[in-house]
């Protein structure tokens, strides 16, 4: 049986023009996607800076993070220090030793949230030196650097040290350091003082986790027992926890 012969040139002459007779749809220009064959419409453009909600806004500035927990653990900065210069924390807020050694290993500031009144908050120290023949003026323009105000004095007598340093803590956003090669008693003697709270050291993470354990408001140091970079440090950490409240459990005996 003989099939029927079918025209094909004119058949596709015909399906061609209705093609062009028909409306045809809008289509999005594709966007390549990671280099492939698969493409995406277009996305309409992103809001701009004014557009953006304050929460956007504010986790677009860059270099500085924000934590308004009380007590800030690895987990409130896990996964969020990236391109982080600063990390900004409440003035009560207490800093757990990991998170400052974390903070230490990237080379990240550690510094306290502005004052109520809306003015940044600058901790003064009150640097005093007894019974040592070290020089404080490098170290006095070290911590200055930092954004610390430090005023200095001397006392050939440690137990009148302590008993100024016990004074000067009691002025608004203000810590005590004490340089003395008779560390241990100074230390001693600075906790029989009502209102001081005083912890010794020289290693920076150390001296940080027992500033937050008890509140610390005066360190106290032998500057010769480490290097300068390690005193610096130390007295840096210190500072940067700011001045923090007596915890209530110890409020009885140590406030």
């Given at each position: 049986m003989n099939q029927p012969?079918?025209?094909?040139?004119?058949?596709?002459?015909?399906?061609?023009?209705?093609?062009?007779?028909?409306?045809?749809?809008?289509v999005a220009k594709p966007q390549a996607v990671g280099g492939l064959g698969t493409s995406v419409p277009s996305e309409p453009p992103s809001k701009t800076s004014q557009e953006l909600s304050p929460e956007r806004r504010t986790h677009a500035q860059p270099f500085t993070l924000t934590v308004a927990a009380r007590v800030v653990t690895m987990n409130d900065i896990a996964g969020r220090l990236d391109s982080i210069r600063r990390l900004v924390v409440s003035r009560e807020a207490i800093v757990t030793p990991a998170v400052r050694d974390e903070l230490l290993r990237r080379g990240i500031a550690l510094e306290c949230a502005k004052s109520p009144n809306g003015a940044p908050t600058t901790i003064r120290l009150s640097l005093m030196t007894s019974g040592t023949d070290f020089d404080p003026t490098t170290l006095m323009a070290a911590l200055a650097r930092e954004?610390?105000?430090?005023?200095?004095?001397?006392?050939?007598?440690?137990?009148?040290?302590?008993?100024?340093?016990?004074?000067?803590?009691?002025?608004?956003?203000?810590?005590?350091?004490?340089?003395?090669?008779?560390?241990?008693?100074?230390?001693?003697?600075?906790?029989?003082?009502?209102?001081?709270?005083?912890?010794?050291?020289?290693?920076?993470?150390?001296?940080?986790?027992?500033?937050?354990?008890?509140?610390?408001?005066?360190?106290?140091?032998?500057?010769?027992?480490?290097?300068?970079?390690?005193l610096k440090q130390a007295i840096t950490?210190?500072?940067?926890?700011?001045?923090?409240?007596?915890?209530?459990a110890f409020r009885e005996r140590l406030a």
């Open positions: 012969t079918i025209d094909v040139e004119l058949v596709v002459r015909e399906v061609l023009a209705q093609l062009r007779a028909a409306p045809q749809a809008p954004g610390f105000q430090v005023t200095q004095s001397n006392s050939d007598c440690l137990i009148a040290a302590g008993d100024q340093l016990a004074a000067e803590i009691l002025q608004p956003d203000t810590l005590g350091v004490l340089l003395s090669r008779h560390a241990a008693t100074g230390l001693c003697l600075a906790n029989r003082l009502r209102g001081v709270r005083a912890v010794g050291g020289i290693d920076a993470p150390a001296v940080a986790a027992a500033s937050a354990a008890v509140g610390a408001n005066l360190l106290v140091v032998d500057p010769r027992t480490g290097t300068f970079f390690q950490e210190f500072a940067r926890g700011g001045v923090r409240p007596c915890p209530a």
